[in-house]
T-cell receptor
Framework: EAQVTQNPRYLITVTGKKLTVTCSQN?????MSWYRQDPGLGLRQIYY???????DKGDVPEGYKVSRKEKRNFPLILESPSPNQTSLYFC???????????FGDGTRLSIL | EDQVTQSPEALRLQEGESSSLNCSYT??????LFWYRQDPGKGPEFLFT???AGEEKEKERLKATLTKKESFLHITAPKPEDSATYLC????????????FGQGTELSVKP
């Protein structure tokens, strides 16, 4: 089954403790992206990748890192999480730029 | 600044009562406009892609249209299962892979 898989689905952690949210897709998609969704602010793009080893900033990249060493994986790294990064995070992928994106089921992060 | 604005923020309809959702955008060159549906607790689900003014796409009770400044999602004779948040997103020429989402329209269809 074609899918985008995020882990973990839920995480409660504390300020400053490094964490990684994994994202994997099984559709051989070139384009992958991370978003956060907050009430009243909608979905905002954090980082995207147009192919292996090619990443670029979205609208809200501060406090986040990403890497794309393999085509299928696009982890989101929070080196020193802060409470303002408490949010619902979505990973998405598409065959290429300008193609419809498939979204994962989301990761709810709470940073205390 | 590039913007995507959706209206209304929320819409309540009776079953069978047709209506339209609006997505207006200000970008210098449109690469593509996307409509998604999002159910509570789930990731957005793709509905339509529109690439150029005048284009229309249709699927069951939904029809999406595009002009140079806005897109409409028309819902004909909606059913309660059409209740969801509908999101519009725009990809602009010369902006790499950036995708800008509107804040969504929350649709509720009562039987």
């Amino acid at each position: 089954e074609a899918q985008v898989t995020q882990n973990p689905r839920y995480l409660i952690t504390v300020t400053g403790k490094k964490l990684t949210v994994t994202c994997s897709q099984n559709m051989n998609h070139e384009y992958m992206s991370w978003y956060r969704q907050d009430p009243g602010l909608g979905l905002r793009q954090i980082y995207y990748s147009m192919n292996v080893e090619v990443t670029d900033k979205g609208d809200v990249p501060e406090g986040y890192k990403v890497s794309r060493k393999e085509k299928r994986n696009f982890p989101l790294i929070l080196e020193s999480p802060s409470p303002n990064q408490t949010s619902l995070y979505f990973c998405a992928s598409s065959l290429r730029l300008n193609q419809p994106q498939h979204f994962g089921d989301g990761t709810r992060l709470s940073i205390l | 600044e590039d913007q995507v604005t959706q209206s209304p923020e929320a819409l309540r309809l009776q079953e069978g009562e047709s209506s339209s959702l609006n997505c207006s955008y200000t970008v210098s060159g449109l690469r593509g406009l996307f409509w998604y549906r999002q159910d509570p607790g789930k990731g957005p689900e793709f509905l339509f892609t529109l690439y150029s003014a005048g284009e229309e796409k249709e699927k069951e009770r939904l029809k999406a249209t595009l002009t140079k400044k806005e897109s409409f999602l028309h819902i004909t004779a909606p059913k309660p299962e059409d209740s969801a948040t509908y999101l519009c997103a725009v990809q602009e020429d010369n902006q790499g892979g950036k995708l800008i989402f509107g804040q969504g329209t929350e649709l509720s269809v009562k039987p």
